[in-house]
């Protein structure tokens, strides 16, 4: 048998063969000119014999001893036991359910951060109006916020007087309203038949009552302190947003690879663009709502004339149904004055809501949200159905961005399948 070459190095052509003894060509593979073959070699399992001297010149010796193992031989990997999988599929169940508790617990703050980052893109419009005059833009950002921060003020002295005033005068006649309870005909044979007044008087004094209102007025004060909170925690999340608003959109297309980046970018600024656009356009429309029916409550002399303008210009900013409520609310208060003047009332908003819809808000939407009625009317329903108002308010922005994202990347993409 002729021995292995020394160096490993075979010279020739690859057709090149060694001769065995018995005249048998055979040929020989050098493990230089195939560098892989050592490494294949150490992860083949040895043969029968690897001392063999019939093995191939180059091929590397064996030994037994490397592969013992003093517990015995390995077996099969577990990737394909059916206990791995499923306690693999439980753990990962089990993570998502908790990943899915985890944001449930937090969804309040989420919504918050939501609402504050909503409304920042949407005054950005205005904060960018002033820059264009030359402006800086902390300046800006300060007069914008100042204006918000004063409209709330504003609104909390014109509805807070008038329910103080309400509740105070509902305290200090109650014994008057008792006393024509008493004198009526109808109470007064009904309490002759039933004892109607003397168990309500029997469970006043038994102070039941006592802690029953005690525990309502903790109840309604923590839902105060409650909504002051959060309306401070989302004055406090717009401010910071609107002032880092620029820096949060470079980190954010910076995340993007560098060869989409662009295209991300436009179509990012077009969808902050729109809804910056909406969020605008709401808040005119409501200031129109809200001046128009102060002069006409003014006129009217309803009571509270500035308080009902305020909270229909709030409640305004709802889709579909915050008109609605508005207006029920301001011809409620209306009839309560004098049915005259709850009629007026009625006709007037009647009037104003087809001017609104067909006059002053489709030239204010135009040019920042082009947004077809059905998929305005699916995103409201569908945002309000998840978050509720809040829902409501961002659907249909979020629905011309999903729009806008179908029409310039799902569509061409369609088109080149």
């Known amino acids: 048998m002729f021995p292995s070459i020394p160096g490993g190095d075979v010279s020739g052509s690859p057709g090149d063969t060694a001769h065995t003894g018995s005249g048998t060509p055979r040929a020989e593979v050098s ?41 015995g031989r390995p077996g099969r990997p577990l990737r394909s036991n059916p206990f791995l999988f499923g306690l693999t599929a439980a753990l990962g169940v089990l993570t998502a359910w908790l990943l899915v508790q985890s944001i449930a617990g937090v969804g309040s703050v989420l919504v918050l951060i939501v609402v504050s980052l909503f409304l920042a893109i949407g005054l950005n419009p205005a904060v960018e ?17 100042g204006a ?33 309870l008493q004198n009526h005909p109808l109470i007064r044979s009904v309490d002759q038949r039933y004892q109607v007044l003397d168990k309500l008087q029997k469970y006043v004094t038994s ?65 902050i663009n729109q809804i910056g656009g909406y969020v605008a356009g709401n808040l005119i429309i409501s200031l129109i709502a809200g001046v128009v029916t102060f002069v ?74 082009a947004v077809p009625p059905i998929a305005t009317i699916i995103g409201a329903l569908l945002g309000g159905a998840l978050l509720g108002i809040v829902g409501a308010l961002l659907g249909i922005p979020l629905a011309a961005a999903v729009l806008l994202l179908v029409r310039e990347v799902v569509l061409p993409r369609q088109e080149r399948l």
């Open 31 to 71: 493990t230089n000119d195939h560098p892989a073959a050592p490494d294949v070699a150490e992860r083949e399992t040895p043969p029968d014999d690897p001392n063999d001297e019939d093995s191939p010149p180059g091929t590397r010796k064996v030994d037994l001893k490397e592969f013992e193992q003093p517990f």
């Open 129 to 145: 109006a002033l820059q264009r005059r030359n402006m800086p833009r902390r300046l800006a950002i300060t007069i914008v916020f």
């Open 148 to 180: 918000v921060i004063a409209f709330f003020v504003g609104f909390g002295l014109a509805i807070v007087p008038p329910l103080t005033d309400q509740t105070t005068g509902f305290v200090q006649h109650l014994p008057e309203y008792v006393q024509q």
């Open 207 to 271: 102070g039941n009552l006592a802690s029953q209102m005690f525990g309502g007025l903790l109840g309604v004060a923590s839902v105060v302190i409650s909504a002051l909170f959060s309306g401070l925690t989302i004055l406090v999340l717009t401010l910071y947003f609107l002032g880092s608003l620029n820096s949060i959109k470079e980190t954010a297309y910076r995340l993007v690879p560098r060869s989409r980046r662009t295209r991300v970018q436009l179509l990012g600024d077009e969808i």
């Open 296 to 369: 006409f409550l003014v006129i009217l002399k309803v009571p509270y004339a500035l308080a009902l303008a305020i909270f229909v210009a709030i409640t305004d900013l709802i889709p579909m149904i915050g008109a609605v409520v508005g207006a029920v609310v301001v011809s409620g208060v209306g009839f309560l004055t004098s049915v005259q003047m709850g009629i007026a009332c009625v006709i007037f908003f009647i009037v104003y809501q087809q001017v609104e819809n067909y006059i002053i808000s489709p030239p204010v939407f135009k040019s920042s949200v």
